[in-house]
């Protein structure tokens, strides 16, 4: 990689044809010379970005470790182009697929927050169905939100908001993130439906850490018990943070992450 490269400049490359053509940006991290050990990757979650504190560390662990790093951001979200209204989960997989083609690691660390854990879930399976990228050696989970469109969204629209999908094709909330309201619309939701990975067990083949706040308002802790039910038993550890909100962003939720993504990356 060029100099550039290596002090973090922001890359591009382009992800679908025609209408469906956006430029998703990456940062990527080199290892160090001779330096042995997966890739981190970093999925970030619904309207994030990889400029955030959670990803920053991460891609500082790697420094430290001597390991590569890749951050992105989806269409519609940071530095990346497309609008986010056209944003789904087979959207967004399909970007995440095409940063690993680009780059090429032989293997990763996936690290996903909130929906990157969801995102990180279906990478596992759309790897494993093709046959071909990088080995995942390991899946640390944080505040995961798989399925949260059918599971934490469908059953709780009002009737007004199941209007505004119907008529508007979207409906938009309050965010306690930002001042601008989340929106969601009825492709995501739809969409949702087809990518949900919660009806079966879930072979990620690797081990698998999930870091989960007990006093989350978003995704409940119950969210994360339920996702255990349908990760095979063996190499699956979750940690309960009692007093944890979403984002497990203080020191300490910071220091539970670097330790067990660097756990991931030493037992490959």
């Given at each position: 990689?060029?100099?550039?490269e290596t002090?973090?400049?922001?890359?591009?490359i382009?992800v679908g044809t025609?209408?469906?053509?956006?430029?998703?940006?990456?940062?990527?991290?080199p290892?160090?010379?001779?330096?042995?050990?997966?890739?981190?990757v970093?999925?970030?979650?619904?309207?994030s970005?990889?400029?955030?504190?959670?990803?920053?560390e991460?891609d500082?662990?790697a420094?430290r470790?001597?390991?590569a790093?890749?951050?992105f951001d989806?269409?519609?979200?940071?530095a990346s182009?497309?609008d986010f209204?056209?944003g789904?989960?087979?959207r967004?997989l399909?970007?995440?697929?095409a940063?690993l083609?680009?780059?090429?690691?032989?293997?990763?660390v996936?690290?996903?927050s909130?929906m990157?854990?969801?995102v990180?879930?279906r990478?596992?399976q759309a790897?494993?169905?093709r046959?071909?990228?990088?080995e995942i050696?390991?899946m640390l989970?944080?505040?995961?939100?798989?399925?949260?469109?059918?599971e934490l969204?469908?059953?709780?629209?009002?009737?007004?908001?199941?209007h505004?999908?119907?008529e508007?094709?979207f409906?938009e909330e309050?965010?306690?993130?930002?001042?601008?309201?989340?929106?969601?619309?009825?492709?995501?939701?739809?969409?949702?439906?087809?990518?949900?990975?919660?009806?079966?067990i879930i072979?990620t083949?690797?081990?698998?850490?999930?870091?989960?706040?007990?006093?989350d308002p978003?995704?409940p802790?119950s969210h994360?018990l339920k996702?255990?039910?349908?990760?095979?038993?063996?190499?699956?550890?979750?940690?309960?943070?009692h007093d944890?909100?979403?984002?497990l962003?203080r020191p300490q939720?910071?220091e539970?992450?670097i330790g067990?993504a660097?756990a991931?990356?030493k037992?490959?």
């Amino acid at each position: 990689m060029s100099e550039a490269e290596t002090l973090g400049e922001t890359q591009f490359i382009t992800v679908g044809t025609d209408a469906q053509s956006r430029r998703i940006a990456m940062m990527l991290r080199p290892a160090a010379p001779g330096a042995r050990g997966p890739t981190l990757v970093w999925l970030g979650g619904y309207r994030s970005d990889m400029t955030g504190t959670k990803a920053i560390e991460l891609d500082a662990l790697a420094a430290r470790l001597g390991l590569a790093a890749i951050r992105f951001d989806y269409s519609g979200h940071g530095a990346s182009g497309g609008d986010f209204v056209d944003g789904t989960i087979s959207r967004w997989l399909e970007e995440a697929l095409a940063v690993l083609d680009h780059v090429g690691p032989q293997k990763v660390v996936l690290v996903g927050s909130s929906m990157g854990g969801w995102v990180a879930l279906r990478l596992a399976q759309a790897l494993s169905a093709r046959g071909s990228g990088p080995e995942i050696a390991g899946m640390l989970l944080i505040a995961p939100a798989p399925d949260f469109t059918h599971e934490l969204i469908e059953p709780n629209l009002t009737d007004l908001e199941r209007h505004s999908l119907a008529e508007r094709g979207f409906l938009e909330e309050p965010s306690a993130y930002s001042a601008a309201p989340n929106i969601y619309t009825r492709a995501l939701i739809e969409d949702g439906r087809a990518n949900r990975v919660m009806t079966g067990i879930i072979d990620t083949g690797c081990p698998v850490h999930i870091l989960q706040g007990m006093k989350d308002p978003d995704v409940p802790y119950s969210h994360a018990l339920k996702l255990m039910e349908f990760l095979p038993a063996d190499d699956v550890v979750l940690t309960l943070v009692h007093d944890g909100d979403h984002r497990l962003s203080r020191p300490q939720d910071i220091e539970r992450m670097i330790g067990a993504a660097e756990a991931l990356a030493k037992c490959d």
